[in-house]
Every structure is written in C-alpha cells, then in structure tokens.
C-alpha cells in the first residue's frame, strides 16, 4: 500500500479505507455493499444475492369457468 494517493484536481480530497480489503481510497470511490451496507472499495463490492429478494408471488392456476359436476345418464355419482 502506498504512503500517499495521487493528488485528486476535482471532487473531495477526503480519504477513506475499505472495511473489506483495508486499502486507503477516496471518499468517492467507495461505494455501499448492497448485502451488508459497509462501505468498499469497487474492487470488492459483491453482487446482490438472490436470496436476499421476495419470494415469487404463487401462480393462481385454478380453472376460471369450471363446469358444475352433473351425473351422466345411466350413472351415478
């Protein structure tokens, strides 16, 4: 890790450090972690996990207009 960051002309000079990998970044290069909401650098951001989002909403796989059951001639129900 180098002692010093290359001077930035635009933006803040703030400086932060990455809670995953522990290198010093810019305050703007670091961005949320969408599992954990820590901040990191992008080098470490993870991708959403899918287990993380709603279940699916179940399918209504009824009959709409079903047809009353009728005994057939010559038979019983």
Do not use: F
Request: charged fraction near 20%; charge should be negative; hydrophobic fraction near 35%.
């Amino acid at each position: 890790m180098s002692l010093y960051l290359p001077v930035q002309l635009k933006g803040s000079a703030a400086i932060a450090v990455c809670q995953r990998c522990n290198t010093k970044n810019y305050i703007t290069d670091l961005t949320q972690d969408p599992n954990n909401k820590i901040w990191v650098c992008k080098d470490c951001c993870d991708i959403y996990d899918p287990w993380r989002l709603p279940a699916r909403i179940a399918e209504d796989i009824s009959l709409q207009h079903p047809r009353p059951d009728v005994a057939i001639e010559g038979g019983s129900w």
